[in-house]
């Protein structure tokens, strides 16, 4: 008799994320001026850790950042408020063909198991038009999925298990405490290739690079277990 098939892992809200769009024909630019990652380094579909800064170089917003297309970026937030970072960014368009949107259509879920197309930096769209990321680590699969008219429920327990993944691989999770008191370095964010020294200019990045190359890092970010 042949084994029953495995279940599939369900997938489950993730109600503590937030969506930010960048569309038109300068948000590519846009996004490579204003965020912290090489943004025109990634080809339409893939996608790389990132994050906005003040001209400080404190992390103000960290996300996953998609090229979705060529006119379209997404940011996707843990524990963000894409209003505010909407708000916040659209000081910065000036004459910039790009408009700023916070998708009330689209809703982020999760799965502990596999995407079904999806490989490490490189996203993928089903045929119902689903976009999935592969956030897992090589041994524990994980599927971040944003879709339009999502049904998946909550799931409090698988949402406290997907931050603690995300705490465990070097994503600070803070929540509303936030993360401005910290450069890209002292929170460890290398291990993310979450940030560029060599892209060029944007907000923070004198600091950052001052720091990669000329300072002594008083502070980073460790992982530790206790009792």
Do not use: N
């Not at 079904?116 to 994980?142: F, H, I, Q, W």
């Not at 691989?169 to 290739?193: C, D, I, N, V």
């Amino acid at each position: 008799m042949d084994k029953p098939a495995a279940a599939k892992a369900p997938f489950f809200a993730l109600s503590d994320h937030a969506l930010l769009a960048l569309e038109g024909r300068d948000a590519i630019a846009f996004a490579q001026a204003q965020c912290m990652s090489d943004v025109a380094a990634l080809a339409d579909g893939q996608w790389q850790w990132s994050g906005w800064l003040s001209p400080k170089g404190r992390v103000q917003a960290l996300f996953a950042l998609l090229r979705a297309g060529p006119e379209t970026v997404w940011l996707l937030l843990p524990d963000g408020d894409a209003a505010a970072l909407k708000a916040a960014m659209e000081r910065f368009v000036f004459r910039s063909k790009v408009k700023l949107r916070v998708p009330e259509e689209l809703s982020l879920c999760g799965s502990f198991g596999a995407p079904a197309a999806a490989s490490s930096a490189t996203a993928a769209t089903d045929a119902k038009g689903r976009v999935e990321l592969d956030l897992g680590d090589g041994t524990t699969p994980r599927t971040l999925r944003i879709c339009s008219g999502c049904t998946a429920p909550s799931d409090p327990d698988a949402l406290a298990r997907w931050r603690a993944f995300d705490l465990a691989h070097g994503l600070p999770r803070p929540g509303a405490a936030g993360l401005e008191a910290f450069t890209p370095q002292q929170l460890s964010l290398e291990r993310l290739k979450a940030y560029s020294v060599r892209k060029g200019c944007y907000p923070g990045q004198e600091i950052v690079a001052r720091s990669q190359y000329r300072g002594t890092l008083k502070r980073r970010m460790f992982l530790a277990h206790v009792a």
